[in-house]
């Protein structure tokens, strides 16, 4: 078996010859190929990003509505003290259930 020496001028020619017609080959291929795996992937993490955004809004929601029904609570008793301290300052009693 006879091994015959390698010309390196020649492979590197040969391989950069290939490379001009291949690589713009394999870009059109990868670019066609990826776009569907990455439009899908796309709209997986938007439909998961506007999950947890309507998971927050709603927890905001939750806390709002909380803080109003605080908020009326704490009215109502000082509406209720008010009028309470009316009664007192007219010398009126109360009008209570039961009395």
Known sequence: MEVF???LTSLVATIMGISIVLIPVIGLTARFALTPVVEALSK???????????RILHRRLELQEQEIAHLRH??????????FERQLQAG?????VGS
Request: hydrophobic share 30%.
């Open 5 to 7: 020496p390698i010309d």
């Open 44 to 54: 997986l993490f938007d439909a998961r990003g506007a999950d947890e955004e309507l």
């Open 74 to 83: 704490t009215v109502q008793g000082l509406a209720e003290g008010r009028d």
């Open 92 to 96: 009126q009693p109360s009008n209570e």
